[in-house]
């Protein structure tokens, strides 16, 4: 019996688990943002891009 308890106490106090949530969380919070700013990126670029398309297209 003794052994049992051994055992359900050491399970219960490791914490290996909650060091690999806490890494899926900061990949991807990490990922949200880099999604966020290439998206804002995308945008600006074409708007950029149209821009400049617009000026050829009336310089030609």
């Given at each position: 019996m003794k052994i049992r308890i051994a055992c359900i106490k050491?399970?219960?106090t490791?914490?290996?688990g909650v060091t690999?949530?806490?890494y899926g969380l900061i990949a991807a919070l990490?990922?949200?943002?880099?999604?966020?700013?290439?998206?804002?990126?995308?945008?600006n670029?074409?708007?950029?891009?149209?821009?400049i398309a617009?000026?050829?297209g009336t310089a030609g």
């Open positions: 050491r399970f219960l490791r914490d290996d690999a949530i806490e990490i990922g949200m943002v880099v999604i966020g700013g290439v998206t804002a990126l995308g945008t670029l074409e708007t950029k891009f149209n821009s617009s000026t050829i």
